[in-house]
Structure formats: C-alpha cells, structure tokens
C-alpha cells in the first residue's frame, strides 16, 4: 500500500503535537516496518527542514530530514506537477501539489489532517486515525 504524506502529518509526528501524534507515530510505524510504502512530495522535505530548524535548531532538523530520506520514497515535483496542480485550481496550490504528487506516484491514500482542503483529488484521502481504523483488525 502506497500513502503519500502531507506536511501536517510529519509535522505532527516530530513535533509531537497532540493530539495528532499518537496516530501519525502509529503509521510511521508501519512505514518502518515496510508494511506500507511512504511516501512525501519534493516540497515536504524542504517544508520539514524549515520549519523543523527554526523551532529544534539545525543540526535536530538535519537528522530528522535525513530520518525522512531514508523511510520514504521522494515524488519530484516537477513542470508536470505543477501544471497538473494548476489546473485543479484549488485555493490552497501546496495542497494541490500534494494530489498531484499522490495521484503521480499512484498512491493509495493521501494521510492528511486537512480532509477538506483535498476535495475534488483523485486519491482517496485520509486522516491517520480514518486509515488505522481501516486498515486494523
């Protein structure tokens, strides 16, 4: 099974921002395990760095990063994405990127906390709870 990840969700997970952690550490788990592929867009990478550094300091976010580059397979986003992206003409474009990359990578579901802000992509999305609950049992 293929996830792609959205910001918010690594960012819940390193940050450890509750209540959003325990799920998003609970699928990051499975990705460890090799039970699902993880996945994140290009621009997440950078995103995580930035924001990781500024609140941890550089030397926390370079391992996390590096963390990242080894769990998860990176979607370019590339002159395709973005034109793909475009012309979904949502408000937010990052997220519009994000099912670009997903739909690029033949993701499974996109793993975000942001349901509503993906309306309209054509990969299912998820919160991390919404796919646990699907996926256990």
């Known amino acids: ?20 952690a325990d799920a998003a550490a609970a ?5 460890e395990t090799g039970a699902v592929n993880g996945l994140l867009a290009a621009h997440t990478v950078t995103t995580v760095f930035y924001l990781l550094r500024r609140h941890l300091g550089r030397e926390r976010a370079r391992e996390a990063t590096m963390d990242l580059l080894r769990l998860f397979q990176i979607v370019p986003v590339d002159h395709d994405r973005l034109l ?25 579901f996109i793993l975000t906390r942001n349901k509503q802000d993906f309306r309209g992509a054509s990969v299912e999305v998820l919160s991390p709870a919404e796919f646990l609950a699907l996926t256990s049992g």
């Open 1 to 20: 099974m293929r996830l792609l990840f959205d910001v918010n969700v690594i960012i819940d997970l390193l940050a450890d921002r509750r209540p959003f």
């Open 27 to 31: 699928v990051m788990a499975r990705v």
């Open 84 to 108: 793909q992206a475009m012309a979904l003409d949502w408000n937010d474009f990052e997220d519009a990127v994000q099912a670009a990359c997903a739909a690029k990578a033949n993701a499974d």
